[in-house]
């Protein structure tokens, strides 16, 4: 059975990689999870924040504008209390290529050009097979329309693939207008490939302390529908890659990722839950299920059921929204 899969270019193993998380930040960690069978590593984020602050010797004033305006700025980590800086990034993507025989591909997580934008060049320096790069970005200001929001993302993505060489891979989130004309948008730019779709932490409040506290909460099954329909919808229309990301966790989850068009899935909340034994079980299950299906490839399965081979494309649109409040009685 050919589990191989193409992944900006890169020729991996099977379709079954670490998503972007703390996985990368212990080497032999990383070690258990490539000899469990994964196929590819994504390090945790690097923050625009944190480079420009680093870039600009902001530390101390950061740290006292804090003090007199908590509300405004306490909120954000303080420089201390990221897990990699951005010094000991380059340092860690250099130790895992040393430790790992499959790829690393390093993340940078920003929403607009600037200088940090600079630091993929470096990333491509220390020995990163790949960039990730995460538009995570919330639009609050009415004073902004939602075409300057995304024109400020494409020229953050051409000023990233502009200064490497290695393929870069934009992860974004659902939440644009016309999703699939963004998508092209980004290929035209450069990407290599687009991860579908970043997982939005949505903070609580408490009502007794007024604070707004953050809420990490790993995903499940139920956040795969929304991937499988855009992957679905995407994959006909994209020349390069697609990732899946959020809501993997069985054979089943990662088949209909496959089928719907993903080369990729990424894999963290399992991970979390489970450890590195979980993989092998899910390559298991997949080699076979495309056994008893009568697939010889991976190659072969994917995109069986995206919007443009699928035996019913209205499924994935508007008729299935219809569908679904007209079966409703009472």
């Known amino acids: 059975m050919k589990l191989t899969t193409n992944y900006l270019g890169l020729t991996l193993a099977n379709p079954l990689m670490v998503g972007a998380s703390p996985f990368g930040d212990v080497p032999h960690m990383a070690r258990q999870l490539q000899d469990a069978g994964v196929s590819a590593i994504v390090m945790r984020s690097l923050f625009e924040e944190q480079i420009d602050a680093e870039q600009r010797a902001l530390l101390h004033n950061l740290e006292t504008t804090a003090e007199g305006h908590a509300e405004a700025t306490s909120y954000f980590p303080g420089y201390s209390d990221y897990q ?37 060049r470096r990333i491509e320096s220390a020995g990163a097979d790949a ?28 000023d990233v693939v502009g200064s490497v060489q290695i393929p870069v891979a934009v992860k974004i989130s659902p939440f644009h207008t016309s999703l699939a004309h963004f ?19 949505q903070p609580d409040i ?24 855009w992957l679905a919808i995407l994959s006909p229309q994209l ?49 076979q299920w495309l056994d008893e299906h009568g697939y010889d490839s991976v190659g072969q399965l994917r995109g069986a059921m995206n919007l443009k081979r699928c035996p019913d494309p209205a499924a994935f649109e508007r008729a299935n929204y219809i569908r679904i409040l007209q079966t409703w009685k009472v």
């Open 131 to 158: 960039l990730e790069l995460n538009l995570y970005q919330l639009a609050t200001d009415p004073e902004v329309a939602g075409d300057m929001v995304e024109a400020a993302m494409l020229a953050t993505v051409s």
């Open 84 to 120: 990699l800086t951005p010094d000991h990034y380059l340092r860690q993507i250099a130790q895992l290529k040393q430790t790992l025989s499959i790829p690393v591909i390093a993340s940078l997580n920003g929403t607009r050009p600037g200088g940090w934008t600079d630091y993929a």
């Open 183 to 201: 998508t092209l948008a980004l290929e035209s730019a450069g990407a290599k490939g687009v991860v579908v779709f970043n997982r939005f932490y």
């Open 206 to 229: 408490q009502i007794e302390e007024l604070e707004v506290v953050p809420q990490l909460r790993l995903s499940d099954s139920s956040e795969l529908l929304l991937r499988l329909r």
């Open 239 to 287: 020349k390069h890659s697609l990732a899946l990301s959020g809501g993997v966790h069985t054979v089943d989850d990662m088949i209909k990722g496959l089928m719907a068009g993903a080369q990729v899935v990424q894999l963290v909340s399992v991970l979390l839950r489970h450890g590195p034994r979980v993989v092998a079980s899910l390559l298991a299950g997949l080699t």
